[in-house]
């Protein structure tokens, strides 16, 4: 079973602020999630990714598949940026997902 | 479109009730699954469907009762459920086989 990290668990920040959010995981895969969840909530997928990196506005998703290694990036965070972000792997068949803890951001004006 | 849509957004149920959650997708994704999530937890895989066929249980109580109408649809029957099972319920949606997964808004059930 693929074990998923994610640090830190919480962060604060203020606005403006490059923000960074790491998450490991213990078995090669083909494919990572990065997802978001506001306060009360559904979850939006922001990024999947399988290898090198993907930009889409202010956040950036890198993926090192050799260190087994993810990090999102969220340049000049603004309050509404203000959300749970967790990392999702494939989990041993085709439609399980393992999930990290997530970690829960707030962006202070 | 790259919707998934849930209703209800909201639904309070008594123990002795019979709901139903619903779910659509437009997308011709040919999987569609059924997560809980409690609070400050990560979702928890209940169901799978793949082809409007059950593929995955995940030992989920029969109090709750998964259909696959046709491709489009996924809903979630309720009935007997302790409050317990109050919890946040994401529908979701991939093309089989791939990983890009998309997820509705979430039915928030309460259980009085």
């Known amino acids: 079973k693929n074990e998923v990290e994610q640090s830190p668990q919480n962060l604060t920040a203020q606005e403006g602020e490059f923000i960074t959010i790491n998450c490991s995981y213990s078995v090669g895969i083909s494919a990572l999630h990065w997802l978001q969840q506001h306060p009360g909530g559904g979850i939006v997928s922001l990024f999947m990714l399988s290898s090198g990196k993907k930009k889409h506005g202010r956040l950036i998703a890198t993926i090192n598949i050799q260190e087994k290694h993810s990090s999102l990036h969220i340049t000049a965070s603004h309050p509404r940026d203000s959300a749970v972000y967790i990392c999702a792997v494939p989990g041993g068949s085709n439609y399980k997902l393992t999930f990290g803890k997530g970690t829960l951001l707030t962006v202070n004006p | 479109d790259t919707e998934v849509t849930q209703t209800p957004k909201h639904l309070v149920m008594g123990m002795t009730n019979k709901k139903s959650l619903k779910c659509e997708q437009h997308m011709g994704h040919r999987a569609m699954y059924w997560y809980k999530q409690k609070a400050k937890k990560p979702p928890e895989l209940m169901f799978v469907y793949s082809y409007e066929k059950l593929s995955i249980n995940e030992s989920v109580p029969s109090r709750f009762s998964p259909e696959c109408p046709n491709s489009s649809l996924l809903n979630l029957h309720l009935h007997a459920l302790q409050p317990e099972d109050s919890a946040l319920y994401l529908c979701?949606?991939?093309?089989?086989?791939?990983?890009?997964?998309?997820f509705g808004e979430g039915s928030w059930l309460t259980v009085v």
């Open positions: 979701a949606s991939s093309q089989v086989g791939t990983y890009t997964i998309y």
